[in-house]
């Protein structure tokens, strides 16, 4: 159960290299805590397949066993939390109401993977405030989170190169010709990964993760930025191109400074990637037959939406009418949930960037700095969300649960 928590002395904005105890705290129990976020962290971009069209995301492991050693007395931050968390559970209820009356069941997706996926996710989210409560902590589980996909793009990365002298290394993992993929399977879902890990590295202030000096940032830079392009994925890179342009148009030159690293990176390294590698660049970058599948989609969600506008058809049922889901958030929503769905989603992305531009113009340089990277970040997802339904992504929720604790500290030093 949630109860009220209010201890200012370690919820401030001061910069990190002023708060004592950064990250572990003096007893056991905070010491788990700490253990536990840090293998969420690292593992978020990690998954192991189950079956054909199923996967085990470790990382939730690790956030049950911080419920089950925070006994789910967890601090209750109300600044951290909108009425838009609450509208979207309202609205995800409403499509499985929607599709009993429809359809006279409700599938085991809509149950299994939309409602109680996201009633987990919302846990998380819980989870992750009751650990952030400071400025440093939040900065440390950012930087952790950009090494965590840095060290998974980079042995991706280090695959690729060695099967080019010998294909039959790594056995199953096979980069040939292929997606770049991690050990995340799909590589948009890799792709999104590695774009909002770039957005915060590039804009939070200080160039590279743990403060390490600018040669290993700029590494990073380029492991990121090579490894987003070998994903082939076109949402991932719409969204770091929109995360780029908000953040410019937020905060002007150094944000377009921040972005000159990776400009510099992908102008040598795609040439050379495209010539002596890669020589289905091409081929793998437009995907024709895909691209008139994800039309027909659209196309066919729109008539969907068209029958029911104000509800929608209700949820799970486009995935059971035509053996597909949509491939697109904000669609699947005003398919699914109507043009009530729709809006409630648009609210609730808007309610966070509405925060972190606020937050953006703080006095305060590293909250700045902070909330320009969770902006870019959360930019980039949304240009994930066209091309796939982004929303269940855990690294969004760590955006999410990062720019409500920074929202909450804001609100707390003010008073």
């Not at 056995?171 to 991690?182: D, F, H, K, P, Q």
């Not at 160039?207 to 590494?219: Q, V």
Request: aromatic content about 8%.
């Amino acid at each position: 159960m949630l109860h009220q928590h209010r201890d200012t002395s370690s919820i401030i904005l001061r910069p990190a290299h002023t708060v004592v105890d950064a990250t572990v705290g003096n007893d056991r129990w905070s010491r788990a805590k700490t253990a536990l976020v840090v293998g969420y962290v690292l593992l978020l971009p990690v998954q192991l397949p189950l079956g054909a069209d199923r996967r085990l995301a470790i990382s939730d492991l690790f956030i049950l066993a911080y419920l089950l050693i925070a006994s789910f007395r967890l601090r209750r931050l109300r600044e951290a939390w909108t009425c838009w968390y609450g509208a979207i559970v309202a609205v995800m209820g409403m499509g499985l109401l929607v599709s009993l009356l429809w359809t006279g069941t409700v599938s085991q997706f809509a149950i299994t993977q939309k409602a109680l996926g996201l009633a987990f996710l919302l846990v998380t989210m819980a989870c992750l405030t009751d650990f952030m409560s400071s400025i440093a902590r939040v900065r440390w589980m950012l930087d952790l989170f950009i090494v965590a996909v840095t060290v998974n793009a980079a042995i991706a990365l280090g695959a690729l190169a060695a099967q080019q002298s010998d294909p039959a290394r790594f056995g199953a993992i096979n980069y040939l010709g292929v997606r770049l993929s991690g050990f995340t399977i799909d590589p948009n879902a890799f792709g999104g990964f590695i774009a909002s890990a770039l957005m915060l590295h590039l804009y939070a202030g200080r160039s590279n993760p743990f403060r390490l000096r600018a040669p290993i940032g700029h590494m990073i830079t380029a492991v990121l930025g090579i490894g987003l392009v070998l994903t082939y994925s076109r949402s991932a890179w719409i969204g770091a191109v929109l995360g780029s342009i908000v953040a410019v148009m937020t905060a002007g030159a150094s944000a377009r400074r921040a972005a000159l690293p990776v400009v510099l990176a992908l102008s040598v390294s795609v040439p050379i990637l495209a010539i002596n590698y890669l020589p289905n660049l091409t081929q793998l970058s437009s995907r024709q037959d895909q691209v008139e599948d994800r039309f027909e989609i659209i196309n066919t969600s729109l008539s969907e939406f068209s029958q029911s506008p104000v509800f929608g058809i209700g949820l799970g049922n486009f995935e059971i009418r035509h053996g597909v889901i949509i491939h697109n958030t904000l669609l699947w929503f005003l398919c699914e949930l109507g043009i009530v769905g729709f809006l409630v989603i648009v609210g609730f992305l808007s309610s966070f960037a509405a925060r972190m531009v606020r937050l953006a113009r703080e006095q305060i340089a590293e909250v700045r700095a902070v909330a320009l990277s969770l902006l870019a970040a959360h930019a980039a997802m949304i240009g994930l969300s066209t091309g796939i339904e982004a929303l269940y992504q855990r690294q969004w929720w760590l955006l999410f649960a990062t720019g409500a604790a920074l929202h909450a500290m804001s609100v707390v030093d003010r008073r």
